[in-house]
């Protein structure tokens, strides 16, 4: 059964009750909150994701509405994960973005069973299309726009690599989407609703999209690896030939990039040593210089049609 | 008379080497880091892992790296050796053993 399966009514309730227990792909996360604004979100934003079936969640959050004695007028909401704060409080029209937040570390920091990257991956052909990059180096942007092409998403943020099989996970959570991305798909698609099923991040006009429903009826499917692509945008000439630049990379540098742009390969150790291995192995490493989103997607749509 | 410095190399069997077209990435499991060596510095490594006592003076570490590299054991070649066996020390993948003086007559 798939959340939108409940009426909003009862979503709310279930929020506000025992909690509303999702399938995230490789995990499942339990939601408790009472803010009404927050459940119409989450009402919209994971519509379509699965239930979990079984009684555990490995990630339990909890929004909940705070005072501070110092500004008793000003609303303000704290996420908590089992029990703790783990994040700075902040006004209550950022609560989506701070359980979003929530949720994205509490991955990272407690689930071992994973080489997770700091990467957006997505499946053409079959095969997976690993964009590493840090934090705010518009892996959604791109993302976006290549789901727009046919790809399928499997993270905006994360590359999931699961260590016993090799295989690529896909965990797709709603994708945040800064002013300037907007701005920049916008460009890059004129007239495309990107506003469409989307929660108000609380900041500007930033906005959170509920992920595309194949990628979510398809968080089941897990692909190898075939491209890793460090992508950046550079200014580059404005020929459509000198628009981007997609170069090889050598397999070391591969190697030491992979690490650097991973969440626990050091806690990983071995096990992280060997995974990357066998994943600069099994894949072709690039850089791409791009000076617009276009560019970009014409080079990664070369990339992936050519093999 | 000069004492000679003698280089060893520290729990080889336990690391983790990958070889790559431009070097290699070498897990050290005692220390949890991954690090990127060029063929001559892995070649020091597995020159001193092989040598008869785990052990080598540092002036054969040079002859054997300029015989490798056909080099002229010029003051650059000596200094990158050098620079090698330091950045391998700083690692924590060779070790500096100091043996008793030579005696020069």
Redesign the interface.
Known sequence: MIVSGFSLQEVKALLAGPGLRVSLGPVNVRIQTRLQELARQIFILYAKHELAEDDIAEIHVRVIARRFIRKPFSAAVECLLDGQSVLPAVPVVQALDLLERCIKLAFVTRINYFLVFRAASLERNGHVLLLPGQQRSGKTTLSVALIRQGYRLLSDEFGILDLGSGQFVPMPTALSLSEDSIQALGQFSPGADIGQATGDAGFGNAKYLRPPEESVRRAGETASARWTVFPALSALGEAPDERFQLEPITEGSMFLMLATHSYDYETLGAEGFRAVSQLVRSCRGYSLAYSDLESAVIALNDLTDAD | MASQVYWRVTNFPSL?I?E??????V?Q?DS?K?H?LNPVAMRVLQTLHSAPDGMLAEDVIGANLMALSESDGSPAFESEAEATLAQLDELGLIEPLTAEPACDS
């Open positions: 983790l990958e790559w077209e431009d070097g290699f990435t897990f499991p949890g991954t990127f």
